[in-house]
């Protein structure tokens, strides 16, 4: 049975932010992932997570400025200083949290431009070394036009090329059930090819990223396909309820329970 991990970024927003891991425990969550911990500190997301027994599955490495716009520096020659600094700064967190993986985002550039390729290269390795150093994973995800328009990494192929060719023992890709099928289609063939290097998986309906189950993909039967193909990990809920995070959770109760 799957292993879903509530996204407050976008569930139980009803909550300060604080508060919204009581919520997802109350729910029947038992694991919490979220875009950024940067504005708290450390110790405070340590105490939730500790206080109401949930595993924290997942979060960014820091992304530049995200309220101007930025999407992520990796791509971007030159912020490299700042996307080692911003390892360090993840990397405090993730210590206080327990946390076993981590995403880096790519940031906007021109996915043909060779100064990008080389730069996000070169941010992809010394970030995989640096996390492995610790026992922590890296996962890169495939982001699709619509939702983050120029963003470099917009290919699962190529995501997964990249993977393959740097062969790093920590570096995976994650796997996004809702990119997926805006950018491709063809979910479930592309799950069963990539599996071998997937870390991370997560779900939203499309096209209009809300509940599992209220778009036009299978989310029952894909989730099954999961358990079928022996993943073990997170599944991380980053949709946005339609109306209201708790009214919204009828497709969860056949999963409520499963432990992470």
Known sequence: MPRFAANLSMMFTEHAFLDRFAAAADAGFTAVEFLFPYEHPPEAIAERLTRHGLTQALFNLPPGDFAAGERGLAALPERFEEVKAGVETALRYAEATGVKRLHLMAGLADAADPQAKAAYRRAVIHVAERLGETGLDLVLEPINAR???????????????LIRDLDLPNLKLQFDLYHCQILHGDVTTRLRALMPIVGHVQTASVPDRHEPGTGEMDDAFLFAELDRLGYDGFVGCEYIPAAGTVAGLGWFAPYRGARA
């Open 147 to 161: 939702n983050m328009p120029g963003y470099f990494l917009n290919d699962f192929g190529a995501a997964a090329v």
